[in-house]
């Protein structure tokens, strides 16, 4: 089914993970809004800053190389990674899809087969087809890029400062907590004010007070700098001892199905979204305003 054209899965799709109908003539929540950007919105550029690999050209671009984690290699075949001249940390990312990352803290216990193997089965997922047509993953080439194992001496695990921005102006950030051992995460306004709503359990959210990172303001212009004037964008990244080190660029956060507890938000916040509109006779918007 997940090869049926955009304008009849995509529909069908939602209404299963959600229990909504989607009309995507008229977009209004933002889930429904971000469905609408799968089928309709195809800038090209889209393409480069979703590769995990790609990206980093247009971070440098943007706001500098020194934002950006140090890379050991990119990779089109696992077994050409020099497992022997990496260091005895590092991070295993998938540059075309989602959630294919292998954390490595002590390369003496790592089982470079099964890794190998994890990795081969990466690399034949294809990010479009394997979840909900993400156009923007589509022509992504399958790579593995091995990265700097960060951490913060501060946290027991690295903070994610996730940037939710609107036509280029970021409107508020999620964070997530504790990755490795008690995943929670939360939205905070630019003060650091708990937002009140949520898209995951009151047991995965984060009920205790948050400290401002030191470098707030810096990713906050950055985010807005590098989200451009797309219609939304997700800018991601991390506070290294107060140093913001770049993470990745997301248009379709959890592939556009998780919905807002309370659910007026789901609207609200859909209207951060202004969509751009498709000329008459136009099957999709291939340019940036």
């Known amino acids: 089914?997940?090869?049926?054209p955009p304008k009849i899965y995509t529909?069908?799709?939602?209404?299963?993970?959600?229990?909504?109908?989607?009309?995507?003539?008229n977009p209004i929540e933002f889930n429904e809004k971000l469905q609408w950007m799968k089928v309709f919105y195809h800038p090209k550029i889209l393409n480069l800053l979703v590769d995990k690999y790609?990206?980093?050209?247009?971070?440098?671009?943007?706001i500098g190389a020194q934002y950006l984690n140090q890379i050991y290699g990119v990779y089109d075949k696992p077994e050409s990674i020099p497992f022997e001249e990496l260091p005895n940390k590092f991070v295993v990312k998938a540059t075309h899809t989602s959630s294919?990352?292998?954390i490595v803290t002590d390369k003496t216990n790592l089982d470079k087969k099964k890794a190998i193997k994890s990795f081969h089965k990466w690399l034949s997922k294809n990010q479009y087809y394997r979840i909900g047509q993400e156009w923007a993953y589509k022509d992504v080439p399958p790579r593995i890029v091995v990265e700097k194992f960060l951490k913060d001496d501060e946290e027991n695990s690295l903070i994610d400062y996730k940037f939710y921005c609107f036509n280029g102006t970021p409107k508020f950030l999620e964070v997530h907590l504790d990755r490795a051992d008690n995943h929670k995460r939360g939205f905070f306004d630019f003060d650091f004010k708990p937002l009140p709503y949520r898209y995951v359990s009151l047991e995965k959210s984060i009920s205790s007070a948050i400290k401002k990172p030191t470098n707030l303001e810096?990713?906050?212009?950055?985010?807005?700098?590098?989200?451009?004037?797309?219609?939304f964008v997700r800018v991601d990244f991390y506070?290294?001892?107060?140093?913001?080190?770049?993470?990745?660029?997301t248009f379709y956060p959890s592939d556009g199905r998780k919905d807002f507890i309370p659910d007026e938000y789901n609207k609200i916040i859909g209207d951060y979204i202004i969509l751009p509109k498709l000329e008459s006779g136009q099957q999709a918007i291939t340019k940036l305003d």
Request: aromatic residues 12%.
């Open 11 to 25: 529909p069908i799709s939602y209404e299963y993970y959600t229990g909504k109908k989607l009309d995507l003539e």
């Open 54 to 62: 790609a990206v980093r050209t247009y971070v440098e671009e943007k």
């Open 239 to 249: 506070s290294i001892q107060g140093k913001t080190i770049f993470g990745e660029m």
């Open 218 to 231: 810096e990713m906050i212009k950055f985010a807005e700098i590098l989200s451009g004037n797309f219609p």
């Open 1 to 4: 089914m997940r090869s049926l």
């Open 100 to 102: 294919h990352n292998l």
